[in-house]
């Protein structure tokens, strides 16, 4: 029998979390306060006034959850650095006791023959350097310089593959500018482009200590996030609004990655506003990478309407996940590639993060039935195997996520994980789309 939706010979398959969002042990060994620390002290600022200090006790509980990655199958996990974990005051003296979680973290990934991937900043900005000025000053860059030569120093002789940035759009965007995510400012438009630009060197920080201090067989790439213009019919006018749409939403970030040179369009856009480069800052924001990893999880039908790009709103009862802008949306992940390929050419893509959430419940039979998870998750794979079979360099695929955990603004109500976990026992039960995301790992292929 012939097998279908195959993926290539050593294709990555693997889970993500993020520090902030799993580890809890806030006040552990040393650790500084974040900004979502702060943040999540302001009263209506998270859903049910949740708050990460206790997460997921991924912490005290790691040897635990990566035997249960290894026990499913799943062989690769991306995680990330805590820096006020690491320099509780952003900057000056290491956190020793920081350091070595990650040490044993580490280790114990290598010897469940789970291969690490390691996240340099994930939105944890030491609250210390928030209140010299966050992201809105240069200076934060260079603060973020040490740490990368540190982290890259201490683990680079195990971990040799690191994401720089995680969603710059996110941590700027919704944390400078629309102020709902922390720290929870609403800044002019000069001060946010100036914070993006900031956001940009700190890539180009991260890129340089991989190459200094990573070792032989390091390598290192951005994760962006963006909006996905899917044409809503795949003839050329449609694509060419699609590429032009996607285009508008990466000038301020993909651009200056890859091609080395903020668009004019989008400098015109900002008029006064535009940001404060200094010689030389291109360059190191466009060090070539050895890959880009790309966050999908929904995306925007649009279509040609004679000279204009017009964008279909969603309509009534479309099939989402548990927020309002989770739609279903499979096409997006095949779209992005292709669009992320032939605009910016980057020669290797990993999908860093992709999933949905759901208020997955514990049965009466102690099962989690997500198989709502497992059907857009299975068109999601369809749609990046379109993709591979097309020849665009996709070369693995990172779950979002490993954990139920923290949801950021959305506190622990809203559950992407394939792991559930009872927030109160932290007990945890691998739903059904655990079980079938492992076969498809074990399989390399959509099962």
Not at 96 to 106: H, K, P, Q, T
Not at 183 to 198: D, F, I, M, N, R
Request: hydrophobic share 40%.
């Amino acid at each position: 029998m012939k097998l279908s939706y195959r993926f290539p010979p050593r294709f990555v398959w693997g889970v993500a979390a993020s520090a902030l969002q799993i580890e809890g042990g806030a006040s552990d060994d040393g650790r500084g306060a974040s900004v979502w620390d702060r943040f999540a002290e302001r009263p209506g600022a998270i859903a049910g006034a949740d708050t990460p200090g206790i997460g997921c006790d991924h912490y005290h509980r790691y040897p635990q959850d990566v035997a249960l990655m290894r026990h499913l199958g799943l062989r690769h996990y991306r995680f990330s650095i805590s820096w006020p974990r690491v320099v509780p005051g952003g900057r000056g003296a290491p956190n020793e006791r920081g350091l070595d979680y990650y040490d044993r973290l580490v280790d114990a990934m290598l010897r469940r023959g789970v291969k690490p991937w390691a996240t340099l900043y994930h939105w944890e900005l030491p609250q210390a350097l928030e209140d010299e000025g966050g992201w809105r000053v240069r200076s934060t860059v260079d603060a973020f310089a040490a740490y990368a030569d540190l982290v890259v120093k201490r683990l680079g002789d195990r971990v040799k593959d690191w994401i720089s940035l995680n969603e710059i759009p996110c941590f700027i965007g919704l944390g400078y500018e629309a102020g709902v995510h922390a720290p929870g400012a609403k800044e002019s438009p000069a001060v946010v482009a100036q914070a993006y630009h900031h956001a940009l060197l700190a890539h180009g920080q991260a890129v340089r200590a991989v190459r200094e201090h990573g070792g032989r067989g390091a390598r290192v790439g951005l994760s962006q996030n963006s909006g996905v213009a899917v044409p809503y019919i795949e003839t050329d006018e449609h694509i060419r609004a699609a590429q032009r749409t996607f285009a508008g939403y990466n000038r301020q970030i993909l651009a200056p990655v890859f091609l080395g040179a903020y668009p004019d369009d989008y400098l015109r856009s900002l008029k006064a506003d535009r940001p404060k480069v200094q010689r030389g800052d291109l360059a190191a924001i466009s060090v070539p990478t050895d890959f880009l990893g790309l966050n999908i999880y929904s995306g925007a039908y649009v279509r040609a309407n004679g000279r204009r790009t017009e964008l279909l709103p969603m309509p009534d009862r479309y099939p989402a996940g548990d927020l309002p802008w989770l739609h279903l949306v499979p096409q997006s992940l095949y779209w992005m590639v292709r669009h992320c390929t032939e605009l910016y050419g980057p020669k290797t893509l990993y999908v860093t993060e992709n999933g949905t959430c759901y208020e997955d419940v514990v049965g009466a039979n102690g099962a989690v039935n997500d198989l709502h998870r497992r059907e857009y998750l299975r068109e999601y794979f369809i749609s990046m195997h379109r993709a591979v079979n097309e020849g665009y360099p996709v070369k693995g695929y990172f779950l979002w996520s490993f954990l139920d955990n923290f949801e950021w603004a959305e506190g622990y109500r809203k559950r992407f994980g394939i792991v559930h976990v009872d927030f109160a026992t932290q007990k945890r039960t691998p739903k059904l789309s655990a079980e079938w995301y492992g076969a498809v790992a074990r399989l390399n292929r959509v099962v």
